[in-house]
């Protein structure tokens, strides 16, 4: 079972940037999709972006597409999310998340993840 551990998390003003990390333990997340979901309050989870295994396909939610880029170093068994021009609507817990399929070419739906990290706070100020 793959652990996940987000940082890089906090508060910036509209228009900031920021750069969330996911450090995977318990086993390689080389084979695997890897993305981010985030929670707003009172609002269902989303996927924001994830990333194929190979790190040849990416999927963007329509809301954060030309904003963010997820990006993953196998080497370091770390996903990226670099997040620009933030908005107070990119307000949320943002979720790594990793695929528990193998070489997996699905990556576009919450329902293809299946291990979670605990999150970490983005609070954009108007």
């Known amino acids: 079972q793959v652990q996940l551990v987000e940082s890089g998390g906090g508060l910036v003003q509209a228009g900031g940037s920021l750069r969330l990390s996911c450090a995977a333990s318990?086993?390689?997340?080389?084979?695997?999709?890897m993305g981010w979901l985030r929670q707003a309050p009172g609002k269902e989870r989303e996927l924001v972006t994830a990333i194929s295994w190979r790190g040849d396909g990416t999927y963007y939610a329509d809301s954060v597409k030309g904003r963010f880029t997820i990006s993953r170093d196998n080497d370091k068994n770390t996903v990226y999310l670099e997040m620009k021009s933030l908005q107070p609507e990119d307000t949320a817990v943002y979720y790594c998340?990793?695929?528990?399929?193998?070489?997996?070419?699905?990556?576009?739906?919450?329902?293809?993840?299946?291990?979670w990290g605990q999150g970490t706070q983005v609070t954009v100020s108007s």
């Open positions: 318990g086993r390689t997340i080389s084979r695997y999709p």
């Open positions: 998340a990793a695929s528990t399929r193998s070489y997996s070419s699905n990556y576009r739906r919450i329902s293809d993840f299946g291990s």
